[in-house]
Every structure is written in C-alpha cells, then in structure tokens.
C-alpha cells in the first residue's frame, strides 16, 4: 500500500483537532484515510467528492466492513477533503470549544419539528446520516463546498450545557416558525460565540452579510434563549450593508441555458422563471398545490408563508405530462410497499393517511426511495436543491455565458422582466413575497431608465 505523503497527513491531523477528534480515533482515521487514497489511485474516480465517498463506502462494504465503520470512513474522508481546500476553515480555531463534533457526515435540511433536539439518526445503506425526520438517499449526498455536515450544529457534543442552550434556541425559532435555515445558521453562530464578532471584521474581514448574520444570532440567542442583556456592543465593529445588484440573465441566455438542461430539471427551471420562485419553493412543489382549472399555484414560501401565483400557459402541457408521469410512479410505489411522502413538522401525525395520499406527493420526486432503518420503511423524498444546482451550472457552461449564474438568478430575472414589461412594483413584490416593498426595490437597478429626456426647468414645460 502506497505511502501518504507527510502533507497531507499533517493537514489531515490539524483538522482532525479541529474537529475535536477524539485522540484514540486519530489512527482509526489515517488508516481510512490510506484506504481511500490506495482507493482512488486504483480505480478511476468521477470528479464529484460525494459520488467518490459512496463508492468508496460500497467498497468496504463489499470487504466486510461494518456499517459504523463505513460511517467513521466517510467522516474521515469529509475531514480529507476540507484539509485540502486552500483555504482552512478560520472557524474551528483548535481549543475553541464551541464547535460540536459530528460523528457521522450529513446531508440535506432538517425538517422542523416539535420537542427537544434528538440524536438518533435515519440511516440507509450506502448513504450518509441525517437528523431524524431528514429524508436522505444518495440523491441528497452534500458537497456544498467541501462540507458533508451541514447540521453539525444541533448535534449532541461534550458540553451539556451548550448542548441545552441550542436545543433551546431550537425550540424558540420553531415556536416563531423561522425557517430550516435560520435555525441552521443561528446555531452555528451560536457555537462560535459573541467574542468572534471582532476576529471576524478585523482578521477575517468576512462580508458584512456574515458579520450582521453573525451578530443577529448572538442578539436572538441572549434575547429569547438565555433571557439575558445582551450588554453593550457599542465596540464591536458592525459592517455597513453594501449595495447589491442582482445578476440578471435576458430572454435569450435564459433560453440558451434551458436548452442545455435534462429534464426534470429543465422543467424545475421553467417553473422557478415562470413563476419567480425561489429554489427551495420550486422543488418542494406538491401534486396539491397546483390549481389547472383556475392556472393558479400556491407557493409555500420563508416562514410558512403562503402565496398565489399564476400559472404560465407555455409550459402547460409539461406539468400536465409531468402530473401523469407523478400519478404512475405514486400508483406503482404503493405497490412496492411503499410508506408515502416526507411530510414536514406534525402533519404525519395530524393526518395519517396523508403520506400516501396522491395529492400530498412531490411534485418533481427523487428519483429512488429513502429507507427509513428505525421504522423499517421505504419513503420518497423530492429532487434536492443542490442536483438542480448542479444541473443549472453545468448548463451555464455549456452556453458559456460571462454572468455569475445561481438558480437564483431566475427569481432576480423573473422580477427583472416583470418590471421592464411595466408591472406594478407592488404586483411584483406580492408575487415573489416580499415582506417589505424594500426588497422588491432592488429590481429597479437592473433596468434602465427609458424616460431619459434633456434636462429642463418645470417651468419650461
């Protein structure tokens, strides 16, 4: 077996105390991490980190391997690969304390529920964990930048008493029905602490987004959790906000990138354009939430706020095809045995037989099912965010566009658009559910004025 190189294994190490890894796992570690490096030198490895994980995990178990040491592998393997970024990751200093230590790599978004943080895990063979109620498979394997943990933050660590305090902060956020990812981001910045805020605009000279989001977590948890004076911050250096303009795409690029899509993510794009959908709002569409006859779809947007928007005609024959292609699948699941949908928060328990009620199904379904271990059932989770994604960066590649495109440059030009046709500008703040008309605002920046006349006196008109 081939030699690591000195390098690696001393970044592999640093991270490994920066993690928190307990000392008597560090052999444990090197030795997965040897494994899965004679692993890539001996068969040819696809370029995505997570596919590369799931490979290597069927490998070892392949040879026998337990399930928990297939876990501990794919967590070293995660720490391999955020050694390897230039970048080190400034916010796990060794000795901190404040950043839990995951046992097990992670995927998609928590669903939120009631009670207190639990511990146990949904697992299923060849994937990674979730906290319970996250549907995972293969379709949702993470690799947002490196990072196969996203929920490392509400897991259990050596502190009880921090522990307690984000469990807490989870129960707050969910009674005031704040989104998955402000839970998300207000627990890692909890776990970092107040004392941060200035090594973050001094040394790290982060954006001022990071910093205000950094400072509204610590501000929230003193407030509502620990029901504490937040004391005086008047010396902590605040980022002034600076001003954003979105990146909007024509009709035409718009085009070219769509033509260059597969399906269903084509389809996923059409409809997030259409109907100015943020990405999240697209692919957690219900069978239920489509109105045909009335060419209305009700959105479930931040907060659990709901909203109307209509319909587009031009793509109506492929969701009408696509419903047909969902009621096939539902009918041919039930016959496999199957247990029906996630369903977010309570409404598994309030309403039973909804799972596998047609109309509860996703709209755009994953592709296989997920197998919940601790009940001993096969569920269906919807297309995750991160494939579509993917699908939208490689398809902006292939039209070589100049712009920095995201899935959410098609909510920046649905709004765009609206506002070049001369909509209303609170038309358009309805339809993508802005709070406040401030938001919708930001649109006027990326049209230019057509009104552009020589400069004259009032009273010369």
Not at 56 to 78: M, P
Not at 372 to 377: F, I, K, L, Q
């Given at each position: 077996m081939k030699k690591v190189d000195s390098d690696i294994l001393a970044r592999f190490a640093n991270m490994m105390n920066m993690r928190h890894v307990p000392p008597i796992l560090h052999r444990e570690y090197r030795k997965w991490l040897q494994y899965f490096l004679d692993f890539q030198a001996k068969y040819p490895q696809p370029k995505e980190r997570s596919v590369q994980v799931r490979l290597f995990s069927e490998k070892l178990r392949s040879k026998g391997q337990t399930e928990a040491q297939v876990q501990q592998a794919a967590d070293a393997i995660s720490l391999f690969f955020t050694s390897q970024q230039k970048k080190p990751d400034v916010f796990s200093p060794a000795g901190s304390g404040f950043r839990p230590r995951a046992v097990l790599p992670c995927?998609?978004?928590?669903?939120?529920?009631?009670?207190?943080?639990?511990?146990?895990?949904?697992?299923?063979?060849?994937?990674?964990?979730?906290?319970?109620?996250?549907?995972?498979?293969?379709?949702?394997?993470?690799?947002?930048?490196?990072?196969?943990d996203d929920w490392r933050c509400l897991?259990?660590?050596?502190?009880?008493?921090w522990d307690d305090i984000i469990a807490s902060l989870s129960d707050e956020i969910k009674a005031r029905h704040y989104s998955r990812k402000t839970l998300q981001h207000y627990a890692n910045w909890t776990r970092k602490y107040q004392s941060y805020l200035t090594h973050l605009a001094v040394d790290c000279k982060v954006s001022s987004s990071?910093?205000?989001?950094?400072?509204?977590?610590?501000?929230?948890?003193?407030?509502?959790?620990?029901?504490?004076d937040f004391g005086s911050h008047r010396d902590i250096p605040r980022a002034k906000k600076s001003t954003y303009v979105p990146t909007v795409l024509s009709r035409d690029e718009i085009q070219e990138?769509?033509?260059?899509?597969?399906?269903?993510?084509?389809?996923?794009?059409?409809?997030?354009?259409?109907?100015?959908?943020?990405?999240?709002e697209a692919v957690k569409v219900r069978v239920k939430d489509f109105n045909f006859d009335e060419r209305i779809l009700t959105v479930k947007g931040k907060g659990n706020k709901s909203r109307t928007v209509p319909v587009p005609d031009r793509i109506l024959p492929e969701l009408l095809a696509q419903m047909a292609f969902v009621k096939k699948q539902h009918a041919d699941d039930l016959v496999a045995g199957y247990a029906g949908v996630f369903l977010e928060d309570q409404l598994g328990k309030k309403y039973p037989n909804a799972p596998k009620e047609f109309q509860w199904q996703w709209f755009?379904?994953?592709?296989?099912?997920?197998?919940?271990?601790?009940?001993?059932?096969?569920?269906?989770?919807?297309?995750?965010?991160?494939?579509?994604?993917?699908?939208?960066y490689h398809a902006v590649r292939k039209a070589q566009l100049t712009k920095r495109v995201t899935t959410h440059t098609l909510r920046h030009s649905f709004a765009t658009h609206l506002?070049?046709?001369?909509?209303?500008?609170?038309?358009?703040?309805?339809?993508?559910?802005?709070?406040?008309?401030?938001?919708?605002?930001?649109?006027?920046?990326?049209?230019p004025s057509k009104t552009v006349k020589e400069l004259k006196s009032p009273l010369d008109f």
């Amino acid at each position: 077996m081939k030699k690591v190189d000195s390098d690696i294994l001393a970044r592999f190490a640093n991270m490994m105390n920066m993690r928190h890894v307990p000392p008597i796992l560090h052999r444990e570690y090197r030795k997965w991490l040897q494994y899965f490096l004679d692993f890539q030198a001996k068969y040819p490895q696809p370029k995505e980190r997570s596919v590369q994980v799931r490979l290597f995990s069927e490998k070892l178990r392949s040879k026998g391997q337990t399930e928990a040491q297939v876990q501990q592998a794919a967590d070293a393997i995660s720490l391999f690969f955020t050694s390897q970024q230039k970048k080190p990751d400034v916010f796990s200093p060794a000795g901190s304390g404040f950043r839990p230590r995951a046992v097990l790599p992670c995927g998609p978004e928590e669903p939120l529920g009631q009670g207190p943080i639990q511990v146990s895990v949904v697992k299923e063979p060849g994937m990674v964990c979730e906290p319970p109620g996250s549907p995972v498979s293969d379709e949702h394997t993470r690799r947002r930048k490196g990072m196969f943990d996203d929920w490392r933050c509400l897991r259990k660590t050596r502190y009880p008493a921090w522990d307690d305090i984000i469990a807490s902060l989870s129960d707050e956020i969910k009674a005031r029905h704040y989104s998955r990812k402000t839970l998300q981001h207000y627990a890692n910045w909890t776990r970092k602490y107040q004392s941060y805020l200035t090594h973050l605009a001094v040394d790290c000279k982060v954006s001022s987004s990071t910093q205000n989001l950094a400072f509204n977590a610590l501000l929230f948890l003193y407030r509502h959790v620990l029901k504490k004076d937040f004391g005086s911050h008047r010396d902590i250096p605040r980022a002034k906000k600076s001003t954003y303009v979105p990146t909007v795409l024509s009709r035409d690029e718009i085009q070219e990138v769509l033509t260059r899509m597969g399906q269903p993510y084509q389809l996923i794009a059409k409809l997030q354009y259409g109907c100015g959908l943020r990405c999240f709002e697209a692919v957690k569409v219900r069978v239920k939430d489509f109105n045909f006859d009335e060419r209305i779809l009700t959105v479930k947007g931040k907060g659990n706020k709901s909203r109307t928007v209509p319909v587009p005609d031009r793509i109506l024959p492929e969701l009408l095809a696509q419903m047909a292609f969902v009621k096939k699948q539902h009918a041919d699941d039930l016959v496999a045995g199957y247990a029906g949908v996630f369903l977010e928060d309570q409404l598994g328990k309030k309403y039973p037989n909804a799972p596998k009620e047609f109309q509860w199904q996703w709209f755009f379904p994953q592709e296989s099912l997920t197998i919940v271990e601790s009940a001993g059932e096969k569920r269906r989770y919807h297309v995750h965010e991160s494939r579509f994604g993917d699908a939208m960066y490689h398809a902006v590649r292939k039209a070589q566009l100049t712009k920095r495109v995201t899935t959410h440059t098609l909510r920046h030009s649905f709004a765009t658009h609206l506002l070049q046709a001369n909509y209303d500008i609170r038309t358009i703040q309805t339809l993508l559910g802005h709070a406040d008309v401030r938001t919708t605002m930001i649109y006027t920046h990326c049209v230019p004025s057509k009104t552009v006349k020589e400069l004259k006196s009032p009273l010369d008109f």
